[in-house]
C-alpha cells in the first residue's frame, strides 16, 4: 500500500514536471498582452503564460441539465519556455490553426458524458449560439480534477475544461491582444510570496485577482487531499496488520518450541550452548520470515499493481505505473523482520532457559490449581465442561488477553472502514439537508444588479429566488491569511442556511461575519475577534470585520455576511453574483433548455446531481478503503481465531483425543476446544467496538479538511456490522479447525503422551 | 466358522478345563438393573420381589439350583448366556507403504460377563490391536465383532462413538485426565454423558481417593491419577472396562494399589474387564489369560484361582 502511494506520488511528480505545471495563478478582468513582459521581467519568474478562460453554459448531447464549460485558449506558441500546463493529447488532433469551431475536450469530462470524437457541444459564445467541434481529448496537470464555480467536488458529466484557439476566444470574448489568467514558473529558489505580491502589483490596475500559489489551486488541494487519505491508509493498515503478524509468529513459535523441547534438552545436554539453539530457533523464525517476505513480495506488486489499476481510474496520470522502489522493499521487510524476530526472541529465550533434564521430561500435567474459578458462588452450577473451559483461559490470562486484543484489533478495522463509510454518507446528507438546500444554483459570469433576479423568477418551474453574492477576499488574522470567498446571503435566506453542531440554523449577524470553524481554526481566530478582509474583486477595498460566531457545515471552508451589510460597506448597490432556486421537479426539463440558452450565465449546479457525483466521488475515495480494512479484518480474526484454536488443539490434542475414545461425541469435543475461542470472541466483541470507536476518534483529524469534516458519528449499525462480521470471520475459522478436530488420532494417545 | 485351529483347540481345552472343575470363588453381583436381566446359567429372566427391590432367587441366577451351577463355574468360557463380546476370524492387516504387517491373524475370542481377562503379549503381539478393536477404534480388515447383538464391524463412527460412550469404559496407560479439571470433575465430565451413570463421589470413595476430590492432576501422585482414571471409566457404569497397561508408567507399589482397584471394580461391579499388559506378573490376577504373540493366540489359561492383588509382585 505504502508502494501504491508512492507510486502515485511520484505520477504526480512526473506529471507535473513534465507538463510544466505553473507554480503561480492569477485571474484578472482584462489585462494588456504586454503586461505579460513585465510580469515575465519579475524577479524569480521562469516562464509566463497568458490565457483567456472564460466558464459558459454548455448543451451537451445526452444531458438534460446545463454543464458548464471552462474554455480555455491554446497555447500560441506550443512547445515554448513559456508553455506552461502542457497539454497530453490523448485522442484526436489539436483544432486546426484558423478553426473557431473546434474545441479539445478533457478527456474526463468526454468519458463522462461518453462524447466521441466529432460530437458536438452547443455554446453560447459573447451572446452567439455556436456549435463546437470535438477534435480531440486532452490531459492537463491543471485539471487532474476538474472543479467548477460554485462546485465544492468535481462532477466530470456537468463540468469540463474545452480548449480552443487563443484567436477565437479572443474575439468571442474581446480579449485581443489581452489576456484575463496567468500561469507562472518560478526558478527553482525565488521566493513564491514574493512573486505573489509582485503579480498582484501588476495586475492590480486590470481588475487582477490575487494571485496563488499550487497549495491553493483546486485540483492541486483536492489532489494532495486525496493523496493525504491514501498515506494515511497506507500508514495504518500495515502496522495493524504487522503488529497482528509479529503475534501470531509468536504464538507459532512458542508452540513450536513447547514441542521439541525434549530435543533443546537432548541438543543441551550434548553440550551445546543456550545461545546456539536460540540462534538455530532464531534462523528458523528468519527463514519463516525470509519466505513470508519473498511470498509477500510476489503476492503484494500485483496487489499494489491491481490498487494502482483502480486508482488509475481516478487519477488521470499518464505515468501511474506501480514500482516498487527499493525504500518501500526495505521498509517492508524490516519492519516484518523485526517483529518477528522479536517474537521469535522472546520465545527461544524461554526455551532455553530449560534446564537440560527437564527439557528432556515430557511436560507434567499442567499446573492447574484451585483458583478464582472455585471463589465465585454461581460457580457450583456450572457444568465440568464449562470449568474445563474458564480454567484454560484463566490459567494463561496473558496469552486470553493478546487474544482478545488480536480480535478486538480487527473488529476494530472493520468498524474504521465502516465508519468513515458511513460518515461521509451522513455527511453528504446532513450538508444538503440543513446548509444547501436550494434545488438549482445559478452563477452569473460577474456580478450583476437584483434586477437579474427578476428574470430568473420568470423562467419556467421556478418556485423562489434567493440570491446571494459570493465575493473572493482575503482574510487576514494576525500573521496568518487565507484566500476564501464571502458568501454574502439575506438574512432570512431559507435556501441556504448557515448550521451549527446540531444541524440547527444559525441566522446571518446585521454586522460581522460568521466563519466555518475549520476556517476559524486555520486563522486562528475566535468568536468576538477582528478580521481584516481585502477585496479581491471590484473596489478592492480593505475593511475590518467581527467574527460574531463559528458555523458547522460538514462541507467547504466560507466567511458568511448579511447581503445588506456587505453592499453597504462595498457601497454597492446590493449586487448579486448568483441564486439558488427551488424549482418544481415537473417543470425542470424546460427550465434546463433556457438556462441553456441563456447567455448570462455562467454555471448551473443541480442539489441532485451534485449529490450523486459527490455520493460516487466520496464512495470511489472510501470504497477501495472500507472494502481493503473489511477484508483485512476479516482475515486478522480468521487467522487470530484458527491460529489460536490450533494452539489450543496441538496442546490438548491428546486430551480431547482421550475423550473421543472415552464415548465424547466429535461434536462434544469441538465445544470444548471452541468454547474457549467462543468466549474469546465474545469478550473481543466490546473491547473491539471500544477499540474501533477509539481509532474512529483517533481519525477524526486526519479527516478534518478545508474540503470536508467527518463527524463522529458510530451507528448501531456500524457496531453490529463489524461484530457481525468478526462472528462470521470466528466462524470460518472455527469450521476449519474442527475439520482438524475431526481428523484426531485416536489411537495414538492411548499409546503416547503429547 | 472355525477356522482357526488355534481357537478350536482353546474351545475344547476350555470346555475340558471347566467341567466338573471346582468352583472358584463366586462373584457376588450387586442386583442393579443390568443384571437382572436374566439367569447366568439359562439366560432366562428373574423375577424380583414386587415389594423389595431384591430377587426372589440368589443374584443373577433363576433358581437356587441355577445359583449353585453358577457358583461352580463361576468363570465358564463355555457359558451358555451370550457373551458379551465375541470375535470371530478377525485379522487386521496395516498397510506400511508397500509391505502388508499383519497384527492380528483370524482371532476368534469371547468374552463375558464379569470375567477379569489378561491379555499378555510382548510389544508387536497385537494386544493393542485387539484392544482397539474391541474399543471400536478401530475395525478389523476381515472378520466380524460382535457387541451382544450388534455388529461392531457394521457400524458406522457415530455408531461407534456411541457404543463407547455407553458400554466401554477405557483406562489408560497415562491416564489421560483433564488437567484442568478437578479428579471428582474428571469423573462428573464422563459421567454427564453415559445414560446409566453412577454417583462419581461414590465411585471416587470406592477407588479410595475419598479425600482427593477436590484435587486436580497435577497434585496427585501418578497411581492417584490413575485410580482416579479408573473411577472415570466406571463411573458411567460400562460393560467392558478395557485397561491399556494400566500399571506400565507406575512404580510397584502403586501400580499393585492400581489393579487392587481394577480387581475389585471387577469384584464389586461384575464388570467385564479386560487388561492388556506386557507383564507377565499380572496374568495370575486373571480369571483367565490369554497369550497372544505375532498376532494368534498362543495360549489360553484359565485360573482356578485368581491371585489378588496384594500376591503378585514383580
Redesign the interface.
Known sequence: MRGTYLSLVRARQIYYTTTRFADVFAQSRRAPLPLAERLRALPGVKAVQTRVVEDVTLTVPGLTEPATGRLISLPTHPGSADDLDRLTLTAGRLPAPDSDSEALVSQTFATANALPLGAHLGVILNGRWKELTVVGFALSPEYIYEIGPAMIFPDNRRFGVLWMNREALGTAFQMKGAFNDVAIATATHASVPEVLDAVDRLLAPYGGLSAYDRSEQPSYRFLSDELGEIEVNATYIPTIFLAVAAFLLYTQLARLISIQRSQIGLLKSFGFAAWRIGLHYLEFALCIVAAGLLLGIAAGIPFGAALIGVYRLYFHFPALTFRVTAGVLVTASSVALSAAGIGALSAVARATRLAPAEAMRPESPRRFRPGLLESLPWTERLDPMSRSIIRNLARRPWRAALSVAGIAMAMATVMVGRFIFDAVHHLVATHFDAAERQDVTVVFPDVRAPRALASLRALPGVLSVEPFRVMPARLRAGPRSKRVSILAVPPSGQLYRIIDVRGNRIDVPPAGVVLTRKLGEILAVHPGEMLRIEQLDGKRLHFSARVVRLSQEPIGISAYMDSAALATILREDAAISGARLRIDAREAPQLYVQLKRTPAIAGVSIRAATITTIGQIMNRSFILMTTVMTGFGIVLVVGMVYNSARIALSERGSELASLRVLGFTRLEVTQLLLGEQALLVIAAIPAGCALGALLCRLLIPVFDRELFRLPFLLTRATFAFAALITLSAAILAAALVAVRIARLDLIGVLKSRE | MRTNPEAGLWLFTATQNTSGSRAVQFIRTIPDRENRAACAWCARGIEWSAHCDKPMTPPGAHTPEHAAMNAQTAVRTDDPTPPVMSMRAVSKIYRMGEIDVPALRAVDLELHAREFVVILGASGSGK?TL??IL?G??TPTTGTVRYLDHELTAADE?SL??????H?G?V???Y??????TAL??V???A???PRARDAREVLERVGLADRL?H????LSGGE?QRVAIA??LA?RPDVLLC?EPTGSLDFPTGRRVLAALEQANREFSTLTVLITHNAAIAAMGSRVIRLSSGRISQTQVNERRASAEEISW
Do not use: C, M
Not at chain 2, 161 to 166: A, K, L, N, V
Not at chain 2, 216 to 219: D, E
Open positions: 493393542s484392544l482397539n474399543g477404534l478401530e457415530p462413538t456411541r457404543y463407547r460412550r455407553e466401554v477405557f489408560f496407560q497415562f489421560n485426565l483433564l488437567p484442568s479439571l470433575e474428571n462428573e465430565l464422563v454427564q454423558i453415559a477436590h486436580f492432576p497435577a497434585q491419577q472415570r471409566a458411567k491399556d
